[in-house]
């Protein structure tokens, strides 16, 4: 039987994912709690975040407002069909993400994996995320000075929801692709790997 606060914690997943990826600082709000904490743990120098941010409010300018100010044309996919979302406890465990966004200040490509940790509060008829944490496993920085890898990075991708196989399918046939100018796409193909 599913659990009948999934559909609650699948909004504010993707409540968060159009706050992030659209620049809507005011939507963190209605998806985190006022006191909910961020973390981040970073296995690459390619990326900085401040370690540790307390309050919706202060998400927000860190995922949102500070964010959007060096990265445009940002989306980030879970790695999961969103009927597959596993909650135990209040707490969604190692989700896996990716993320393909544009440097515009370095005329680059920003793609990179990791995983998310969210804690909801216990509130049943509205749960919001009290604690949210984020691992940025790799981050590459790809030169693209017109966007065009980018463009075909994320074109025909389910989003924000995608499933592994079609994340596999669709890289592997560019890392594929005879100009050698996707190669990299390999190593993203199986990124929860």
């Not at 900085?48 to 060096?70: M, Y």
């Not at 793609?111 to 804690?119: D, L, M, S």
Request: hydrophobic fraction near 40%; aromatic fraction near 10%; charge should be negative.
């Amino acid at each position: 039987m599913e659990n009948p606060l999934l559909p609650h914690y699948r909004h504010a997943l993707e409540t968060y994912i159009d706050a992030k990826d659209t620049t809507k600082p005011a939507r963190i709000h209605e998806a985190f709690a006022p006191d909910a904490e961020l973390t981040f743990s970073l296995a690459t120098p390619n990326i900085a975040f401040p370690a540790r941010s307390v309050g919706a409010e202060a998400i927000a300018k860190t995922l949102v407002s500070e964010f959007s100010e060096r990265y445009s044309r940002c989306r980030t996919y879970y790695l999961c069909e969103a009927a597959a979302l596993v909650v135990r406890e209040h707490t969604i465990e190692a989700l896996p993400w990716l993320v393909v966004m544009r440097e515009d200040a370095a005329g680059a490509l920003r793609i990179g994996h990791g995983t998310y940790r969210w804690r909801f509060d216990a509130n049943d008829s509205a749960p919001r995320v009290s604690a949210f944490h984020i691992h940025i496993a790799r981050m590459d920085v790809i030169d693209d000075p017109d966007g065009a890898r980018l463009e075909r990075l994320q074109a025909g991708l389910s989003y924000p929801w995608l499933a592994p196989a079609e994340l596999a399918e669709h890289y592997g046939a560019l890392a594929d692709d005879a100009s050698g100018s996707f190669t990299f796409a390999r190593e993203y193909a199986h990124p929860a790997r």
